[in-house]
């Protein structure tokens, strides 16, 4: 079986347990190619990435290159470009991005289309129900192969409508959601009829994190916070809290990694209220510099407003720091209060404070004794190659290249015509 990754960007930084989901499908014996609509925006420093972008084939090419894919397929097979188009129309008028973007959505499916075809292409899967997965169905529609996706949150549910992801979920052979939560939430938002094809499938950890040795946590108060600094992580919020806590005099450092649209707002407020010994900002970080970090602090904390089910969690817990977060979204599936971390109301600034607090009375065995119980919890339910073992099941089940209503002649003609055309699909890029 031949399975195409689709993604809008890849490599992407903050997305790296996709990398890792492929390279754990591969170890497997599926044949993964990996497509992405656009290249990365952002320079690609981790070495992994940087392998993972010479295996990765982009589709957006010239303006000319891509009227000829489109004017190719509405000439061979008109009638499935007319349905395409028109459930172009159908989702285009409702959506956030408006029609015109939904057009250049079927623009490049036609480029999908020409790319599945001339790789014998079984099945195309991909990660969030956004403008990715947009293109796969439309991909489908003009009788490309059968599409799954991988639903996250919290933006897909920030606005199901205006993305159409009833429409997505009713055209795909399956949908995995990363958490109970999410498959809660996607149960809302699609008929009953549809509820048998969404599947929980976790995000995970390879080796680099299960197999680590124990690394004993630093005598240092140390707080670790991972994350793109912007609203929903709640790094505000956090700065308060630790202005209360410095107040009272106690001695602690937190760290945060990251780099976002908020970073001037955290750093006046952390200038403002005087934090300079309490908080540091360190920007990106590659996936090792991460690690180091984690692996320097006593407990990771991020205490979001909205989230899916942040990975750097299992990360954390893997390593034996135990978490620090909020009531919301699958968190509390895996992070249990007094078992593996702490959980707090969302928003609350004085129940944050209290927990830092707590973290900061409880004596180092206790929280060692956290992380433990934590890496014991990833192991066993967010494991990158038992959960990549579960995907593969999914493909195996539901994957079917369906080249709808066509001749096989008609199909072996289009694939002849496409191999010619590949080289022009995206090709490799050096780093």
């Not at 952002?42 to 290159?65: C, H, N, P, W």
């Not at 992070?335 to 969302?346: D, I």
Request: net charge neutral; proline share 4%.
């Amino acid at each position: 079986m031949k399975i195409a990754y689709l993604m809008n960007q890849h490599p992407y930084a903050s997305c790296t347990f996709i990398r890792r989901e492929i390279l754990e499908l591969e170890k497997q014996g599926i044949n993964v190619t990996r497509f992405s609509i656009r290249k990365p925006e952002l320079a690609i420093t981790d070495v992994a990435d940087q392998q993972e972008l010479q295996k990765t084939q982009f589709i957006l090419g010239s303006k000319l290159d891509l009227l000829l894919n489109v004017a190719r397929v509405f000439a061979s097979r008109p009638r499935q470009f007319l349905d395409a188009l028109r459930l172009t129309y159908k989702t285009g008028w409702k959506s956030d991005r408006g029609l015109l973007v939904n057009l250049v959505y079927l623009v490049e499916a036609c480029a999908v289309l020409r790319g599945c075809l001339a790789l014998g292409i079984d099945h195309v899967h991909a990660h969030f129900g956004t403008n990715a997965t947009a293109v796969a169905m439309l991909c489908r529609a003009l009788g490309g192969p059968s599409y799954s996706f991988t639903v996250h949150g919290p933006h897909e549910f920030d606005k199901p409508e205006a993305i159409a992801l009833a429409e997505k979920i009713r055209h795909a052979a399956f949908v995995a959601a990363i958490s109970s939560f999410t498959e809660s939430q996607l149960f809302r938002w699609c008929d009953y009829l549809q509820w048998s094809k969404i599947h929980i499938v976790h995000c995970g950890v390879d080796e680099l994190f299960l197999s680590q040795s124990f690394v004993p946590l630093p005598a240092e108060p140390r707080f670790v916070c991972v994350g793109r600094l912007g609203e929903q992580k709640g790094h505000l919020l956090l700065v308060e809290a630790v202005s209360q806590l410095a107040a009272e005099g106690l001695k602690f450092k937190v760290v945060l990694v990251g780099d976002g649209p908020l970073r001037g707002q955290i750093e006046r407020a952390i200038d403002t209220l005087k934090l300079h010994d309490h908080i540091e900002i360190t920007g990106w970080a590659t996936n090792a510099e991460v690690q180091q970090q984690i692996l320097q602090a006593q407990v990771m904390v991020l205490p979001s407003f909205a989230e899916g089910l942040p990975v750097v969690f299992m990360e954390s817990l893997a390593l034996g720091r135990p978490v620090l977060s909020t009531y919301i979204a699958g968190i509390p599936e895996l992070v249990e209060p007094g078992e593996c971390g702490w959980l707090v109301p969302s928003g609350s600034v004085s129940a944050l404070a209290a927990a830092l607090r707590q973290v900061l009375q409880t004596p180092l065995s206790e929280l060692e004794r956290l992380g433990q119980n934590g890496a014991q919890r990833v192991a066993q339910f967010h494991s990158a190659s038992l959960e990549a073992e579960r995907l593969a099941k999914l493909f195996n089940r539901y994957a079917t290249h369906s080249v709808t209503n066509e001749s096989h002649e008609k199909h072996r003609s289009d694939l002849s015509e496409s191999r010619e055309a590949a080289s022009k699909i995206p090709s490799q890029v050096s780093s």
